[in-house]
């Protein structure tokens, strides 16, 4: 027993004198590194249910620990960090906690999970810190994976592999209920966000054809992991102008830059010929029903353009690219399968995404979320226009 003791011991400190030998050589790309070296014993992500135990995560998020019926979410502290069974990290940016998270997992070899807030999140934006917190700190579905977020695409993704599986067949009965989600989202102009008015714009010239440019916050991680940089911005303008002479370009700017908090890459574009910019807030299904051709980076604008019916080119590695639906810059050689729209829509939506009640602080379908979704919003919005 106590030779075990020692042993463990040993090996703890081994690890923790690799991790600190690593960190320093990597340092930003220290998550990249360690998830890539493990990615080979890396599997897909077990039931939230299934989890039992200590589950040590940091997150604004109150309904996070919702998920996790059987396993008890600490706080996190130096304390706790030492004795969780499971450990998840917010995304893979560099910050203190993740950090601290990754070295605890790496020295006692546990599991490490990577969490992202998923593609329905609330009625408001988490950086807006002037409406109820139900609004926007209470998370409606998340996204969890065993290598990397699913927006990573230099390595394949628990999201990826489900999607490139030939073997992951899906029945017609859950592409007829992908569908029928896929309408009400369309329908009742669901979105991530869900904070932005709800009309058809009018842009440009009367009767001319209406090509959307998307743009992103500048630095966001899903462009420089979605193989993309500020070339990419620069050449997917050029293209859509060129490709599109006799259309209205219009430039829609992302809802954080209206904000103030951050910049986009094509935040300086002033209108100009057959340029428009689109500042003003706005549903992102009105606008891309506006509409006839969507070009975007890696924003998931493009997959809800793809729900919409519209022709989607994208230039950088977004999640739905390369399955036979996008007009594609970029290649990636492992992504060999095909998908049909609705097929894409249940394996990213229904099974990779996990959703939560928060009202009845249970996990629950995608169909119970979108209707709280569409309360939710109601309120928000009569919430807003009382305050107006």
């Not at 050589?25 to 992500?45: G, P, V």
């Not at 010929?273 to 980076?297: A, F, G, H, M, R």
């Not at 290649?331 to 894409?344: A, F, V």
């Amino acid at each position: 027993m106590k030779i075990k003791f020692i042993q463990k011991f040993l090996d703890i400190l081994n690890r923790k004198e690799k991790f600190i030998s690593l960190k320093k050589q990597y340092k930003s790309e220290l998550y990249e590194l360690y998830l890539s070296i493990n990615s080979k014993e890396k599997h897909a992500m077990p039931n939230l249910a299934d989890f039992s135990g200590t589950v040590i995560a940091k997150t604004a998020n109150s309904t996070f620990k919702y998920l996790f019926p059987n396993a008890e979410i600490l706080a996190l502290n130096e304390v706790n960090l030492n004795k969780a069974d499971y450990y998840f990290i917010n995304g893979t940016h560099p910050n203190d906690n993740n950090i601290s998270i990754a070295e605890k997992a790496f020295f006692y070899n546990k599991p490490l999970y990577i969490f992202e807030i998923g593609f329905l999140y609330g009625a408001d934006t988490f950086v807006n810190n002037k409406c109820d917190p139900k609004f926007n700190k209470e998370c409606l579905s998340f996204t969890f994976d065993s290598v990397v977020p699913y927006y990573d695409a230099r390595y394949q993704s628990n999201l990826e592999k489900m999607l490139n599986d030939k073997n992951l067949v899906v029945t017609d009965e859950e592409k007829q209920r992908a569908r029928r989600c896929i309408d009400k989202i369309v329908e009742t102009h669901l979105t991530k966000y869900n904070h932005q008015p709800i009309y058809e714009p009018k842009i440009g010239r009367e009767g001319v054809k209406k090509v959307l440019v998307v743009d992103q916050s500048y630095g966001d991680m899903s462009i420089s992991k979605g193989l993309a940089n500020d070339d990419t911005f620069k050449k997917m303008l050029k293209t859509a102008i060129k490709e599109n002479p006799d259309a209205d370009i219009i430039v829609k700017t992302h809802p954080d830059t209206m904000t103030g908090r951050r910049g986009g890459y094509y935040t300086g574009l002033k209108p100009h010929d057959n340029i428009y910019t689109q500042t003003e807030p706005i549903n992102p299904i009105s606008l891309i029903k506006y509409v006839d051709k969507v070009y975007v980076c890696t924003t998931q604008f493009g997959f809800e353009a793809l729900m919409c019916g519209k022709e989607v080119h994208t230039f950088g590695m977004p999640f739905y690219a390369n399955w036979g639906l996008t007009t594609d810059l970029l290649k990636c050689e492992r992504r060999n399968n095909t998908r049909s729209l609705e097929e894409l829509f249940y394996i990213s939506y229904i099974l990779y995404n996990k959703y939560v009640n928060p009202e009845t602080k249970q996990q629950c379908e995608i169909e119970e979320a979108m209707d709280y979704l569409l309360k939710l919003r109601e309120e928000y919005w009569n919430f807003k226009n009382a305050k107006s």
